[in-house]
């Protein structure tokens, strides 16, 4: 059974800081690349952060880069994002995806947990 859980979300004032963790389990992990996204009510889900599988090589969203950074442990089947500087439209649910191509076919694993929210407030 596939499955990834968030969690670590909560409330917190402007300025501060949250880590959010994702658990896998039930695939290989270490061979996926692993993704945060976020999403508020009546908007689309936005990218926020990525990190590769093997030489785990990142990327992020303008509006996060250089206060949020997302790092993998593979040995735990863990995924952490750690958010620094929190503003209010951080405000959201926050979710993990794990996406794998699947040689030969050009099909993908696509996979998501159920999101952890996190709201900035004062």
């Known amino acids: 059974q596939v499955q990834l859980v968030e969690s670590g979300g909560g409330l917190v004032a402007p300025g501060g800081s949250l880590r959010l963790s994702c658990a896998a389990s039930g695939f290989a992990f270490s061979t996926y690349r692993i993704s945060w996204y976020r999403q508020t009510p009546g908007k689309e889900r936005e990218f926020v952060a990525g990190?590769?599988?093997?030489?785990?090589?990142?990327n992020y969203a303008d509006s996060v880069k250089g206060r949020f950074t997302i790092s993998r442990d593979n040995s735990k089947n863990t995924a952490l994002l750690q958010m620094n500087s929190l503003k209010l439209e951080d405000t959201a649910v926050y979710y993990c995806?794990?996406?794998?191509?699947?040689?030969?076919?050009?099909?993908?694993?696509?996979?998501w947990g159920q999101g952890t929210q996190v709201t900035v407030s004062s």
């Open positions: 995806n794990a996406v794998r191509r699947l040689g030969g076919t050009g099909a993908q694993n696509d996979y």
């Open positions: 990190i590769s599988h093997g030489d785990g090589s990142t």
